[in-house]
């Protein structure tokens, strides 16, 4: 279960940076900003997992004796990719009108990582379903206080958060390898 929490804090760094930039560039109300970015990003972060989790069953009894490689091979290419982020722009700089389309957008983008992650669901000894529950309720709680901190701060924890997230990713990556 720790392992879990781990991933679902790991994961949620992508939205949470997302939402942080939100929260710092929009006019909408705070309340409803944050609603927003917690319910999209939360459902999207929570069922991609699920979707590679599916994907790996699919495909892990031919891959079974290589599943930990590929497992820490996709956390580590996240994770790179997420540490690369924190160091470039996010595309919520140019956006001062937040629709549900964009939303949509914005959620499936900081997913697609998650459903690459959800293939190292099957190699951990616990309920998927319960997994990705967490991993969405997690998210959501940290896109909400996102939009906050954003409000409140600025944008000096965005880039922070990412690089956290994709570290995080990493050691896990080594973990499942190592262990």
């Given at each position: ?9 790991a ?61 820490w ?48 669901l ?46 995080v ?11």
């Amino acid at each position: 279960m720790f392992e879990i929490l781990i991933l679902a804090l790991a994961l949620s760094m992508d939205a949470f940076a997302v939402s942080i930039g939100l929260g710092s560039k929009q006019h909408k109300p705070l309340k409803v900003m944050a609603l927003m970015a917690a319910t999209y990003f939360g459902i999207f972060q929570g069922v991609m997992p699920l979707l590679g989790y599916l994907g790996g069953r699919g495909v892990f009894g031919w891959i079974e004796s290589f599943a930990p490689w590929v497992a820490w091979f996709l956390l580590m290419l996240i994770g790179a990719k997420m540490i690369y982020e924190s160091f470039a722009e996010g595309i919520e700089e140019d956006l001062s009108n937040i629709t549900h389309k964009v939303m949509l957008t914005l959620a499936i983008a900081t997913s697609i990582d998650a459903m690459a992650a959800g293939f190292s669901l099957t190699l951990m000894a616990i309920n998927p379903f319960l997994a990705c529950l967490i991993i969405g309720v997690i998210t959501f709680l940290f896109s909400a206080l996102g939009v906050i901190v954003g409000k409140v701060s600025g944008t000096w924890l965005e880039s922070k958060a990412e690089l956290l997230g994709g570290v995080v990713l990493i050691l896990i990556g080594f973990k499942i390898l190592l262990f």
